[in-house]
């Protein structure tokens, strides 16, 4: 834990100034600043080669993602999506900046996606621009001494890939593993780590909500629409597939995509991540055993021999005899209606690696809120518990947090925060808020 006296001057640096717009200045290193962040002098030393790092997806920051799935739904006459995704946070111009970003923050590690609707716009037809973007974004990490974490795979698809039927057909895995085999093969050398998807139990597990579950049939209906709207029979998206039609389909694709990036290199960590909550049972009757086996069960088996696991966690469920219960009135809530909740980071690790026997590493933890107060409160809270997983001997690999940039938040477009940086949504101005610099102190000490 960072010491009470170093939080205080840590929060008095962020409030004497660094809210301010200056992060093109802070990218590049002129501003006064992370001298100023003094390292923490407490808590437990993790191994030299623990991974701090800040997360983005394509889709989520790139803007402009023409040609993936997603951008067929947020185009569509009623849209589950209150606004579409548009330029984003122009990071497809602006990745240096981002980049620069998480150095000086003082983290060691870039969790970044790979678009494959940019990389196959059409069928068969590949772009050696959009892979030559991202081979220079590696090349940027290693010149700045990031070790970079790439995802294959964060939810969108090429739209002609859901026209195709997407996941729900075993004949499109190929697809995806030439995808994979094309892409690590011009990515070259410039990273250890890397995520074939992105939370592929994530539908799973929100189905046990009753809101999502109510939403289905709007899901359906959006996916019938889409059809229409690119001349094809069907469309499927990730989020909106059933997750017993995509299932069978995406663990061989993970297993298949993990061949395929291993026959290009051989020494990559490979693993996915998964969404998981701290389930916890509510009093009385309970269906948590049941849920256990339908969102998390069949994925353990999967990643059973992987070289790691990336755990995903914002909080807990209450799951009552059908579905999880709503948070009960007066608890603190987050930007998208979750409990403020930072203990089910270590609860969901423990969890997730006496499960699976792999090490873990932590691709996503966050809080949506724009009280950024409230981000440093997550913060420390989340790492505590941490702190204690690590300290009874789980081998945990390193800490992502969600995000580095306030982003396109899927259904709720641009209304929650999940940012450790402010992005503004006319300039894509980028302001380094205090909660970066206090994830940073830690980073720096490698202390929690
Ligand atoms: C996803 C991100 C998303 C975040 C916050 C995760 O489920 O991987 O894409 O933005 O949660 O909702």
């Known amino acids: 834990m960072i010491d009470a006296m170093t939080r205080r001057s840590v929060l008095q640096t962020a409030s004497a100034g660094f809210a301010t717009a200056f992060s093109a200045d802070f990218a590049a290193g002129a501003a006064p600043a992370l001298a100023a962040v003094p390292a923490a002098k407490s808590g437990r030393v993790l191994r030299p080669d623990f991974l701090w790092g800040a997360a983005t997806s394509g889709h989520q920051v790139e803007g402009g993602n023409v040609n993936s799935d997603s951008w067929v739904t947020e185009h569509l006459t009623p849209s589950a999506f209150p606004e579409p995704s548009g330029d984003a946070c122009d990071s497809w111009n ?7 970003l998480v150095k000086r923050l003082g983290l060691n590690t870039y969790r970044f996606g790979i678009e494959w609707a940019r990389i196959e716009p ?29 995802t294959y795979s964060h939810f969108t698809v090429p739209r002609w890939f859901a026209g195709l039927g997407g996941w729900e057909v075993a ?39 009753r809101d999502f579950k109510a939403a289905a049939p709007f899901f359906a209906m959006g996916n019938a629409e889409a059809a229409k709207r690119i001349g094809t029979e069907r469309f499927s998206s990730t989020l909106t597939a ?23 290199r051989p020494d990559v960590q490979l693993g996915l991540s998964l969404a998981v909550a701290d389930e916890q049972a ?29 755990v995903q966690t914002y909080g807990r469920n209450v799951v009552g005899r059908e579905a999880d219960l709503a948070p009960p009135e007066g ?8 409990e403020f909740y930072p203990e089910a980071l270590g609860a969901t690790v423990r969890w997730v690696a006496g499960a699976t026997g792999r090490p873990i590493l932590v691709t996503e933890n966050g809080v949506a809120t724009s009280d950024d107060t409230r981000r440093i409160a997550y913060i420390d809270r989340a ?38 940086v402010a992005v503004d949504r006319t ?12 994830l940073g102190a830690y980073a720096r000490a490698n202390r929690i």
């Open 94 to 100: 602006r990745w240096r900046e981002d980049i620069a």
């Open 122 to 150: 059409e069928r068969g037809e590949w772009s050696m621009a959009a892979l030559a973007h991202y081979r220079a974004m590696l090349d940027a990490c290693a010149e700045a001494g990031l070790k970079p974490l790439v």
């Open 171 to 209: 004949a499109n895995v190929d697809h995806f593993v030439r995808f994979c085999e094309m892409a690590a093969r011009a990515l070259g050398t410039g990273y250890a780590h890397a995520l074939t998807f992105n939370e592929p139990n994530l539908t799973a597990q929100l189905l046990w909500q």
């Open 242 to 264: 059933p997750p017993e039609a995509v299932f069978a389909n995406m663990a061989s694709a993970h297993h298949r995509a993990i061949a395929a990036i291993k026959s290009v």
């Open 282 to 310: 509510a009093p009385g009757e309970s269906a948590r055993a049941a849920k256990i086996v339908q969102v998390y069960q069949p994925w353990f088996e999967v990643v059973a021999r992987d070289d790691f696991v990336g």
């Open 331 to 338: 608890v603190e809530l987050t930007e998208t209606g979750m």
């Open 383 to 420: 790492l505590a518990s941490l702190a204690k997983v690590i300290a009874e001997g789980v081998d945990v690999r390193g800490y992502v947090h969600w995000s580095l940039l306030d982003n396109f938040e899927w259904n709720r477009a641009y209304t929650a925060h999940f940012g450790l």
């Open 427 to 438: 300039t894509f101005a980028r302001t380094v808020k205090p909660s970066a610099l206090h």
